[in-house]
Structures are given as structure tokens and as C-alpha cells.
């Protein structure tokens, strides 16, 4: 079974920093595009970060300027460092891998790891 391992959640308040890191295993690390989505009480999950095989990054427009998605290709792990946390960041984030098999996508997701900004 393959695991995606997330570390880094937790409390922070406004305007402070955290970073989220996303183990990998090897058999998928390098198969296809990675993502940090995240969940909000009452709202559906959304993307959030995402990074190409080739290291290309995008964000969403709400975490613009203020995230940065990267990935280590030594250590197999994927990061998200957050920085001027809003209360609006608060949820839960997941790491997600979308490899294509057989022309039809397999989706790997992280066990979740919470954050919570608050004064």
C-alpha cells in the first residue's frame, strides 16, 4: 500500500509562518504532478499549491505571493512553506500524487494534516 506521509501542521497566528512536508515513496515520486489540497469545515476540498513533473509551480489566487510549493527529488518529500497565514488558511491540507495508468488516473492522498491560524 502506498503512503503519503505529511508532517508540519498546527497553530499558528495570523501572519506567521509554518511549513508542511510530504513524504513520498520512491515508486511514485517521480510519476506524474503533486499537489497540496486543503479542506475547510463545511467547504469542499480545493487545490491549493501544485508542481509539474519538471518543477513547474502554480497556486491559487488566494495563496499567491503568500505560498511556496517546492519538492526535493533526494529527500522524496514535497513542501509547502506558508507564509502571512490568514484565519482563512485554516483547514486541513492533504498532499496528493495523480500518476496516469493506462491512460487513466490514480490518485495517491496524504493522511491530512491540520492547520489552524488564530490569535
Known amino acids: ?4 506521509v505529511e508532517s508540519g501542521g498546527g497553530l499558528a497566528q ?5 511549513r508542511l512536508s510530504c513524504e513520498i515513496p520512491l515508486s511514485i515520486f517521480n ?10 469545515p463545511g467547504k ?8 509539474s513533473r519538471s518543477g ?3 497556486y ?8 511556496t510549493i ?15 497565514l490568514q484565519r482563512e488558511d485554516t483547514a486541513v491540507y ?13 490518485d495517491y492522498w496524504g493522511q491530512g494534516t491540520q492547520v489552524t491560524v488564530s490569535s
Not at 44 to 51: D, H, K, P, S, Y
Not at 94 to 106: D, F, K, L, M
Request: hydrophobic letters at 35%; aromatic letters at 10%.
Open 1 to 4: 500500500q502506498v503512503q503519503l
Open 14 to 18: 495570523p501572519g506567521e509562518s509554518l
Open 31 to 40: 510519476a506524474g504532478a503533486m499537489a497540496w489540497y486543503r479542506q475547510a
Open 44 to 51: 469542499q476540498r480545493e487545490l491549493v499549491a501544485g508542481i
Open 56 to 58: 513547474n509551480p502554480d
Open 60 to 67: 491559487s489566487d488566494s495563496v499567491k505571493g503568500r505560498f
Open 70 to 84: 517546492a519538492r526535493d527529488n533526494v529527500k522524496r518529500t514535497l513542501y509547502l512553506q506558508m507564509q502571512a
Open 94 to 106: 492533504y498532499c496528493h500524487v495523480r500518476r496516469w495508468y493506462r491512460n487513466s488516473p490514480v
